[in-house]
């Protein structure tokens, strides 16, 4: 149990970071190529931290 926990909160860092250099490769690692994924280019197109700031609250909110 505490192995899963661990690979968990690992996948969990690894996607913030990425949300935070790439804002669209964090989303799709989380939940694919769908609404959020689209929404988060678009956002990132728009303005960078847009794009971030729903990155991470798309990978917190699981």
């Known amino acids: ?3 899963v ?9 690894v996607r913030i970071l990425l949300a935070i250099l ?4 964090g ?6 190529i769908g609404l959020h994924f689209w ?3 678009l ?3 728009f303005g960078y ?3 971030i700031i729903h990155a991470i609250w798309v ?3 699981k």
Do not use: A, H, W, Y
């Open 27 to 32: 989303v799709f690692l989380q939940v694919g």
């Open 43 to 45: 956002l990132t197109i």
């Open 39 to 41: 929404l988060n280019i």
């Open 1 to 3: 149990m505490i192995t």
């Open 49 to 51: 931290i847009p794009g």
């Open 5 to 13: 926990f661990k690979k968990e909160t690992v996948m969990d860092v």
């Open 59 to 61: 990978i917190l909110k």
């Open 22 to 25: 790439v804002p669209p490769v």
